[in-house]
């Protein structure tokens, strides 16, 4: 399913705002009535507006909803909800603050050795 997202946002449009985004990974409810599907947004370009705004999530569930029926193989086809996935921006933010503990660490070892 994530694959066939992926290509109904990439291939079957020619709209920047589906362009932009890439699924990372697709949840789907045991009952198969929904499907929580994680996406990465492309940073703006320069003078670009914001393109993983909410209403424009709302925009790409709504086209890729109409075209998963027809292409996917399952008794029912599930809601998609779409989220931005923000692993990558949480993952920078730990590295960021462990690097800071590790130049807190060394500046304390350092003004010990004086």
Same mark, same amino acid.
């Given at each position: 399913? %994530?694959?066939? !997202?992926? *290509?109904?946002?990439? $291939?079957?449009?020619?709209?920047?705002?589906?362009?932009?985004?890439?699924?990372? #990974?697709? %949840?789907?409810?045991?009952?198969?009535?929904?499907? *929580?599907?994680?996406?990465?947004?492309?940073?703006?370009?320069?003078? #670009?507006?914001? =393109?993983?705004?909410? #209403?424009?999530?709302?925009?790409?569930?709504? !086209?890729?909803?109409?075209?998963?029926?027809?292409?996917?193989?399952?008794?029912?086809?599930?809601?998609?909800?779409? $989220? !931005?996935?923000?692993? $990558? +921006?949480?993952?920078?933010?730990?590295?960021?603050? =462990? +690097?800071?503990?590790?130049?807190?660490?060394?500046?304390? +070892?350092?003004?010990?050795?004086?």
């Amino acid at each position: 399913m %994530r694959e066939t !997202i992926g *290509r109904i946002l990439v $291939e079957q449009n020619s709209d920047p705002i589906l362009e932009a985004l890439t699924v990372t #990974e697709v %949840r789907v409810s045991s009952d198969l009535n929904h499907a *929580r599907v994680f996406l990465m947004c492309r940073r703006p370009l320069e003078g #670009e507006p914001e =393109l993983g705004t909410a #209403e424009n999530l709302r925009y790409a569930e709504g !086209i890729a909803q109409k075209f998963l029926a027809p292409q996917i193989h399952l008794k029912r086809t599930p809601k998609l909800h779409f $989220e !931005i996935d923000d692993t $990558e +921006e949480r993952a920078e933010r730990i590295d960021r603050l =462990l +690097e800071s503990v590790k130049e807190d660490w060394q500046d304390a +070892e350092r003004d010990s050795e004086r």
